[in-house]
């Protein structure tokens, strides 16, 4: 039984209690003041922006939503928490009871499952440690960064809906791809900007209460995530077969990427450890129907609904899957369709393997910059489905229009339109019947020998002519019609 938390860094300029930067990279403990840093006499001051953005994300989940809610001080001492609590909200959270539709691994049934979303709630963020273990007779130590301390989070609770490693990771995949369409984050894992602690229980098979819940933390990747989870299910696993089942402690372990494996960190703290109550410094959040009006319809479409849309036009989920991924391909294989002519399929082909493997020979190259501008690749694409170039011919020629060959408004030294750059190579197909029996009479004449072999059941010898009519032709013979006429004509019709 797998339920996931997910902290989700809010993309405001500043913290969700102060006027700090919530810039990332800076040089360590710049991007502090006294209510960040908790110092006596210091009050909070709620950022409207997280608001909005929290609200956004949880009409997003489906949650339903407080219009009153509060704040909570979660108490509890480490270094990375300079005030020693937390503000967070425990008994009334503002998002409650939503779900994410995820698309779930092939491995695993396929399909879209609903996952629940427990509750949404919105607190703030603690600084970071980064530990220096002991070498020799040097002693270990650990540096306290708290630039991040006091940035804006929301907290996202599943149901415990999983049950394997790629499930967790779909769900993570899936949540980061809502988060980053809504624009109220950037889910960046390696940046610590969405974080996914995972609870992980096993029970035998007929039994309906729980096992012990054990939290794994510390998993940078979705593959970590996956890896991590697997590995806690076969070590509880293992342990209950075993009869030790007493032995499985609430705990919170982390994950040890190069050994592979689960590490205990520390006993989970429990609810009476924290020993929340109500924030004294902030009044009760109060938002109203039309505040939430105003945040819905301000929510761009969805990764579920493009990938329903793109699913209409006969798209294989596979496509549908990497263009969902990024919201600038979104964009820009609309753009595309909005020019008419090119079919979805041939389109997202294109888009997918040729233009994205380009797009990722260069870290710099981005697919809202790029000179390939959709007009341009629609008309190329089009080219090539109504038999005008072939589809090698395409490939010779994208390079030059990645490259910015044809402008959309046409420029000195360019050209106009993929058609003109076509004509101009002299790789416009050749569709014409006429000629090219005319092609394949020369090439037939030119080898009689071959001919006669074929003729005398020699029939792997198609090949040489199917090679020798599209040399004579340049490449330009449309394959269909010209195979079509080279076996005609070798079988003497």
Same mark, same amino acid.
């Given at each position: 039984?797998?339920?996931?938390? %997910?902290? &989700? ?7 969700? *209690? ?8 800076? /040089? ?33 989940? @489906? ?8 704040? $909570? ?8 928490? !300079? ?9 009334? #959270? ?13 491995? $695993? ?8 979303? %427990? ?34 989070? &929301? ?32 889910? @960046? ?9 995972? @609870? ?17 933390? @510390? ?47 520390? =006993? ?10 109500? /924030?004294?410094?902030?009044? #009760?959040? /109060? *938002? ?27 798209? !294989?989920?596979?496509? +549908? ?16 369709? /909005? ?6 399929? !041939? ?23 790029? #000179?390939?501008? !959709?007009? +341009?690749?629609?008309? *190329? ?30 420029? $000195? ?34 080898? #009689? $020998? ?13 090949? *040489? ?25 070798? =079988?003497?019709?």
């Amino acid at each position: 039984m797998i339920g996931i938390e %997910t902290h &989700v860094q809010i993309n405001t300029s500043t913290k969700a *209690f102060c006027k700090c930067s919530t810039t990332y990279g800076n /040089e360590p403990n710049t991007q502090t003041c006294p209510v960040c840093m908790g110092f006596p006499g210091t009050l909070p001051v709620l950022n409207e922006g997280v608001v909005r953005k929290a609200v956004t994300l949880g009409v997003g989940l @489906n949650c339903a939503l407080r219009r009153v809610s509060k704040f $909570d001080r979660k108490q509890y001492f480490y270094p990375d928490l !300079p005030k020693g609590y937390q503000i967070s909200q425990f008994d009334e #959270p503002y998002g409650e009871h939503g779900f994410v539709d995820v698309v779930m691994p092939v491995e $695993d049934g396929g399909g879209e499952r609903r996952v629940g979303i %427990t509750r949404a709630h919105m607190e703030e963020d603690a600084g970071k440690l980064t530990h220096f273990p002991a070498k020799g007779d040097q002693k270990g130590y650990a540096l306290a960064d708290y630039n991040r301390a006091g940035v804006a989070l &929301v907290e996202i609770v599943t149901e415990p809906d999983l049950r394997t490693g790629r499930e967790v990771a779909a769900y993570g995949a899936e949540l980061r791809r809502l988060v980053r369409y809504l624009d109220v984050g950037d889910g @960046n894992l390696s940046e610590g900007s969405m974080r996914c602690d995972v @609870n992980v229980s096993v029970r035998p098979k007929g039994r309906e209460r729980f096992g012990t819940k054990v939290e794994v933390k @510390n998993m940078n990747s979705f593959n970590a995530m996956s890896r991590a989870v697997d590995f806690e299910v076969a070590r509880q696993t293992e342990m209950i077969l075993a009869g030790r089942e007493h032995d499985i402690v609430q705990e919170t372990r982390t994950w040890d990427e190069a050994r592979q494996c689960t590490v205990s960190m520390r =006993k989970k703290e429990g609810l009476a450890d924290y020993r929340y109550f109500p /924030e004294p410094d902030l009044p #009760p959040l /109060e *938002f109203s129907d039309a505040f939430v009006d105003a945040c819905r319809d301000g929510m761009p479409e969805l990764p579920a609904q493009v990938r329903a849309r793109y699913k209409a036009l006969g798209l !294989p989920a596979a496509d +549908v899957q990497v263009l969902v991924e990024d919201t600038e391909l979104v964009r820009y294989f609309d753009a595309c369709l /909005e020019h008419g002519g090119a079919p979805a399929k !041939p389109l997202a082909n294109w888009l997918t393997g040729d233009v994205t493997a380009w797009l990722k020979s260069d870290a710099k190259r981005a697919v809202g910059s790029m #000179p390939l501008r !959709p007009g +341009v690749l629609a008309e *190329f694409v089009t080219l090539i489905e109504t038999g005008v170039m072939s589809g090698k011919a395409g490939k010779d020629i994208l390079p030059d229009l990645l490259a910015g060959a044809v402008s959309v408004q046409g420029h $000195d030294g360019g050209f106009s339109s993929v058609l003109e750059l076509v004509e101009e190579r002299g790789l416009t197909q050749i569709s014409d019947p006429d000629a090219i029996a005319a092609i394949v009479d020369k090439v037939l004449a030119a080898n #009689p $020998d071959q001919l006669a072999q074929f003729r005398a059941g020699k029939d792997k010898l198609k090949g *040489f002519f199917v090679g020798a009519v599209l040399r004579e032709s340049g490449g330009r013979a449309n394959p269909a019609l010209a195979n079509e006429i080279l076996m005609r004509k070798l =079988k003497g019709e």
